[in-house]
């Protein structure tokens, strides 16, 4: 058994109206394994604001920058779905294990694509 911790980041992680907030944040925070290393909104004050209610190590104006950050190991994608392509293949481009609220993909075809970019990888796309 292992102590490691994984650092997971979620993108959409509003304290104001978030699912991440009522959903993904209690939830990890039940896993010993998990530490929650970051949050990323589209705004500064919201994204400081999350990581303050929510514990979070780090916060993001910029989910990209979230995502290029190398200490996350897992990214959670909390938005609505029209962006959960480019982020969730933006994260698998960096290696990224990536865990998404559902649908996955607007289109069929976004979503065939997500799932080939992942098996080329040591890495998974959770689905919530």
Excluded: C, N
């Amino acid at each position: 058994m292992t102590d490691r911790k994984f650092r997971v980041g979620i993108i959409g992680a509003d304290t104001q109206a978030s699912w991440a907030g009522a959903s993904h944040v209690p939830a990890l925070a039940a896993q010993p394994s998990l530490v929650l290393a970051g949050v990323a909104t589209r705004r500064e004050d919201s994204a400081r604001a999350a990581a303050e209610a929510f514990g979070a190590e780090r916060w993001y104006a910029d989910p990209y920058e979230l995502i290029r950050d190398e200490s996350i190991d897992v990214v959670t994608v909390a938005v609505k779905v029209p962006a959960h392509h480019d982020l969730v293949m933006a994260a698998l481009k960096a290696g990224k294990a990536v865990y998404s609220e559902s649908p996955l993909g607007a289109t069929l075809a976004e979503t065939e694509a997500m799932a080939a970019a992942s098996k080329s990888l040591h890495t998974a796309i959770g689905l919530q």
